[in-house]
């Protein structure tokens, strides 16, 4: 899939995974921090991403503290998913 | 007092154990979960069916673990406080649990429950918090005010509390107060989704500590007026009390512990002790990255010089609603026989607190003890008990 | 003295923003759901994550902290909030068979979740407590708030419940034989004589201090008592009269959670058998439907009439009078094993 397409559907998954009920994928700028600031996503919602990544792309991520460096913004998610996707 | 736990069937052997370190943290033997064998917990050494053989005789068809460990307790309790049948049942004797699980410990049955069209288990009406509570008020016919309270990890720190308040105001002329717990896959399957489950034994204030373990258990006090009981057995006074909620996080405590301090704070207050009479603390001391650092702090904000204090989770796991009550037993414990537990398996501070908890058994002069108890949701509760 | 100042009750009537109880809102498929309002006070990035009953606490608590924003303490009722988040928790462990699973559910299916997070996103640090005991469970928040306007008499609380009708509580207590077999509307509950009741749901949140000026209503007395023995009910009601009345003096109204569940018919006819012609009596459980802390809404109707000065028509069971309302005395039981008393006067 191209990196543009698996930004969107991951924009989407994020979305649905955590009933953002109030925010459309648009609202999500590629470069934007998922955490704190900009979407203001929690720990708990860190957990459940990682989760996502685990049913969505078969990707197992053992220490949260890595898996919150990865889910820094899209850029660094969607990255970390073409290369280590095995779904 | 009445207790069992995976340290001890009673106050007694729970003491033995204490005394001597004996953990009762191990791999899981009874309860059917795909955790067994991977993480240690801390299980009362009976099946269900044993326990429910020993309170019924005949086996009791719709009763849950956790209803079975808080008769257990009960039971216990009232033997060791003489009240009499008739005293039991008056109105005048109020009840108090406590559970975060109640009868969710049976998962496939609620399952089953939950989706059957035709007939259901014979659990139908046991998987209540109040079904645990209301065991115990069944058994002893009992006509006076009874209240079940979920508070997460203070529950049963919050229904002594409650207890004491209704003799205060009139509501009860006595209370009988206490929480149970059984492993459950909820529970398991719910701290584990949160990362804060250890796959070793837990290290309470550890600097390289990883984690929780659940463990089992109830414990119930007889509660009663100074003069009502002047001449009977008096372990304690409950001399103080404080109830404040963190209000950071749903699951985890500000950095600076606002929720812990002001809970210690008030209680402290409400005592009329100054600081420096405390004699120890047992604290929540989870073993959890966020508990112990968190309360380490507010310890440090409220004592100018932290008191000896430990963590007796790191014997019979995180017992959950039954914790408050579980702790408040072994806080009387240290005032009857003078003496203190170790935080087992402690071997370096935390770097940013640098506090040492009590190390080894020891005897000592106990005037007052201090137990903490804090859960999600930011409920933190504090009980000081003192010398009588 | 404690008095009940504002409250606001979301229920399956017209109860919240407006109140309309000229007419009554029907159920559907045995069921009293909640109509559920917007809720613009509970921020975005929170409300994701409410249950319903987590919802309708903090949707009926927000806007009455808005008015008195920090509480001494929040005292708060449920005895199955959160149960859907349970059910849902379960079914992931289930499905994933205790693999890896997400947390957000079961953090929000704790009991206290309701009082928790309208502490959170109030910043309320005070005394927080959530009293679970099934069908008794307001009626112990009831007596937890009576007790600390007692030890500290200028303080204030919020107090308030919640339950909701989730596919997990209703299908066991269906199982269990607690709702009727047959359609009924909840407008023909009393007239259809069966086994089995309808369920119900909401929230309610009032403030509650020792200030008369302003209040709508004083708490006077709460007791209860679990027993199945109808002639041991009667014995409490007396015992509760001669407490909190002169001897012969009398409420003018008794409002009772009569449920159209013909088992229960008892416990209802003992206590009416205690007051005479002059008493009137109504019920509120075709409006609210049942479930545990029902009795809320009925003291939520208690203050529409103390306040309105009359008793609408569509409560009423019996002896219907045009004298003002001063004081009424509120008899309930669950499931004919935990009965409560409560005594409201006007302030």
Excluded at chain 1, 27 to 41: A, Q, R, T, V
Excluded at chain 3, 56 to 69: D, E, F, I, T, W
Aim: charged content about 20%; some cysteine.
């Amino acid at each position: 899939m191209e990196t543009a397409a698996l930004k969107q559907q991951v924009k989407e998954q994020i979305i649905h995974f955590l009933n953002l009920t109030t925010v459309k994928p648009e609202d999500i700028k590629d470069d934007e921090p998922l955490f704190g600031e900009g979407l203001g996503l929690d720990s708990i919602d860190s957990i459940e991403l990682i989760v996502l990544l685990s049913r969505e792309y078969g990707i197992t991520i053992q220490d949260p503290k890595e898996g919150r460096k990865i889910l820094t913004d899209i850029n660094t998610m969607v990255d970390y998913i073409e290369k280590n996707r095995t779904k | 007092m009445g207790l069992i736990s995976a340290i001890g069937d009673s106050v007694e052997e729970n003491r033995d154990s204490l005394q001597f370190e004996r953990s009762g943290i191990d791999h899981i033997q009874f309860y059917k979960t795909a955790y067994a064998g991977r993480l240690p917990t801390a299980e009362v050494k009976h099946s269900t069916e044993a326990l429910n053989k020993k309170i019924f005789g005949e086996p009791n068809p719709s009763i849950t673990r956790t209803s079975l460990l808080a008769l257990h307790a009960a039971g216990e309790a009232i033997k060791d406080s003489g009240l009499t049948a008739d005293q039991l049942a008056s109105t005048e004797t109020a009840l108090v649990g406590a559970t975060t699980v109640g009868g969710m410990c049976l998962t496939d049955e609620i399952y089953h429950d939950a989706l059957a069209k035709d007939h259901g288990t014979p659990y139908l009406t046991s998987y209540d918090y109040a079904s645990v509570t209301m065991a115990i008020q069944e058994r002893y016919g009992m006509l006076g005010e009874v209240s079940t309270i979920n508070t997460a990890c203070s529950s049963s720190a919050n229904a002594i509390l409650f207890g004491a308040r209704l003799i205060r105001h009139g509501y009860a002329k006595r209370a009988i107060v206490g929480g149970a717990e059984s492993l459950a896959k909820f529970t398991i399957n719910g701290f584990n989704a949160l990362n804060i489950l250890s796959s070793k034994a837990c290290a309470p204030f550890d600097r390289d500590r990883n984690g929780l373990n659940l463990g089992e258990g109830a414990a119930f006090l007889v509660l009663e007026k100074e003069e009502d009981c002047r001449d009977k057995n008096n372990y304690a006074f409950l001399s103080g009390y404080g109830n404040k909620n963190d209000a950071y996080h749903p699951s985890s405590n500000s950095p600076e512990g606002d929720g812990p301090y002001l809970s210690m704070k008030e209680a402290l207050q409400n005592s009329g002790l100054r600081a420096e009479e405390i004699s120890y603390i047992n604290a929540h001391g989870t073993g959890t990255e966020n508990n112990d650092e968190t309360e380490s702090r507010a310890m440090l904000r409220l004592f100018e010089k932290v008191p000896p204090f430990s963590s007796t989770k790191s014997y019979t796991g995180h017992t959950l609603g039954a914790a408050g009550a579980v702790e408040a037993v072994y806080s009387i414990l240290n005032l009857v026989h003078q003496e203190i537990y170790p935080s087992l398996l402690f071997k370096n501070p935390i770097i940013e607190t640098g506090l040492i908890p009590v190390r080894a058994y020891a005897k000592q002069q106990i005037k007052n003890v201090m137990s903490n108890s804090f859960g999600f949701g930011g409920n933190c509760s504090t009980l000081i008990f003192s010398k009588t | 003295m404690p008095y009940f100042h504002q409250s606001i009750c979301i229920s399956p009537q017209k109860s919240f923003p407006e109140t309309d109880l000229s007419q009554i809102r029907e159920s559907g498929n045995n069921l009293l759901n909640v109509v559920e309002p917007d809720y613009p006070g509970i921020p975005a990035g929170v409300k994701r994550r409410m249950g319903k009953s987590v919802r309708m606490a903090v949707g009926a608590a927000l806007p009455l902290l808005q008015k008195y924003p920090q509480p001494d303490g929040m005292i708060i009722a449920t005895a199955n909030g959160g149960m859907e988040d349970c059910i849902k928790f379960l079914n992931q462990i289930i499905e994933y068979k205790e693999g890896l699973l997400t947390p957000a559910s079961f953090v929000q299916s704790t009991s206290n979740a309701a009082a928790a997070q309208i502490a959170l996103v109030t910043k309320n640090h005070q005394y927080n407590i959530t009293h679970v005991h099934r069908g008794l469970a307001f009626e112990n928040a009831l007596m937890d708030t009576v007790m600390s306007l007692k030890e500290y008499p200028d303080t204030a609380y919020l107090l308030g419940c919640t339950d909701e009708i989730s596919a997990y509580n209703y299908n066991i207590d269906n199982l269990a034989g607690w709702f009727r077999k047959e359609p009924v509307l909840n407008s023909d509950l009393f007239t259809t004589s069966a086994a089995g009741t309808i369920p119900g749901e909401g929230s309610f949140m009032v403030w509650m201090n020792n200030q008369r000026e302003g209040a709508i209503a004083s708490l006077d007395a709460v007791r209860t008592v679990h027993t199945e023995d109808p002639a041991m009910v009667l014995n409490m009601l007396k015992k509760f009269m001669a407490e909190n009345f002169a001897p012969g003096e009398m409420p003018d109204m008794l409002l009772t959670g009569e449920n159209g569940d013909d088992r229960l018919l008892k416990y209802f006819e003992a206590v009416e058998s205690a007051f005479q012609d002059h008493v009137s009596v109504a019920r509120f459980k075709h409006l609210c439907g049942e479930y545990c802390t029902a009795t809320s809404f009925a003291c939520w109707l208690s203050f529409q009439i103390l306040t309105d000065g009359r008793i609408p028509p569509l409560v009423i069971k019996k002896n219907s009078s045009a004298k003002p309302v001063r004081r009424i005395l509120i008899y309930n039981n669950y499931r004919g094993a935990q009965h409560a008393f409560i005594l409201i006067s006007g302030a």
